[in-house]
């Protein structure tokens, strides 16, 4: 069956780094876009990252562009997103998704949900 498991995330000073992973099995792959989301307490879900199957699209959300790498390694059926220079304000539950097609900034293009991981960033 299909399985997204995050993993990566925790306790993170402000101004840090961290890289959360998304290990994928259960489906091809190579063919599948991949998103990460977010969502902090009381907040609506907020589009963070996307790549396509073959990395060559790739989009980032205005509040992480220039501090937020997403990235894929196909032969390990992982997704990354890198994140620097982090801030209190990223502080939130991390999902990553699955959508057999072109990537999309909308949670609900998306087929195939991880549980989350979650990230804090401290002051």
């Known amino acids: 069956q299909v399985q997204l498991v995050e993993s990566g995330g925790g306790l993170v000073q402000a101004g840090g780094s961290q890289r959360l992973s998304c290990a994928a099995s259960?489906?091809?792959?190579?063919?599948?876009?991949m998103g990460w989301f977010r969502q902090a307490p009381g907040k609506e879900r907020e589009f963070v990252a996307a790549?396509?199957?073959?990395?060559?699209?790739?989009y980032h959300g205005d509040s992480v562009k220039g501090r937020f790498t997403i990235s894929r390694d196909n032969a390990k059926n992982t997704v990354y997103l890198q994140m620097n220079s982090l801030k209190p304000e990223d502080t939130a539950v991390y999902y990553c998704?699955?959508?057999?097609?072109?990537?999309?900034?909308?949670?609900?293009?998306?087929?195939?949900w991880g549980q989350g991981t979650q990230v804090t960033v401290s002051s």
């Open positions: 790549i396509s199957g073959s990395g060559s699209r790739i």
């Open positions: 998704a699955a959508r057999m097609s072109l990537p999309t900034m909308t949670e609900h293009d998306y087929d195939y």
């Open positions: 259960g489906f091809t792959f190579s063919i599948y876009a």
